[in-house]
């Protein structure tokens, strides 16, 4: 057997044993056919937006980890997370999920419960805001608390409206 046959079927039965774990079946994954038709912009939009947060916040906690962080890099990052928070909810259109078809990890919880995913956003926006407002002082223990709370509120989104890849 050839290395690369036998790569590929390692690949493929440990697929197909973390869709058993998850008690689907090849046939049943979402996100694995795509609907007809070309994926909507929005996605890829809404995908770029995300990154851009997480650019953000490696370079917050890069920053945090040095003995004198840039306190002006954090607050720009701060505000850059903010900035992209508000648009998170305009980046949702329905038909736009994972159950549609495509390839994301929006949960259709976020069409099903628009109240508490435009909640989880505006928690974003709150603790962005909050948090450029800390940094601006100066303060690295402040900085560091307040980050937990902007981390929180990522967290809570990513649990109730993302498909957990873990």
Known sequence: MNTSFSLRLI????SLGLLAACGGT???APGEAAPAGDEPAIIDERQSNFEGIGDSFKLIRAELETDTPDFAA???AANDINERAKLITGHFPEGTG???GYD????ETIWQQPAEFEAAAQKLIDESAAFAAVA???DKAAVAEQVKALGGSCGNCHD???VDKD
């Open 11 to 14: 690949a493929a039965t440990a």
């Open 26 to 28: 090849a046939d049943e």
């Open 74 to 76: 954090i607050e720009g």
């Open 98 to 100: 994972i159950d549609a």
């Open 104 to 107: 994301t990890e929006a949960l």
């Open 136 to 138: 601006a002082g100066g």
């Open 160 to 162: 109730q409206f993302r």
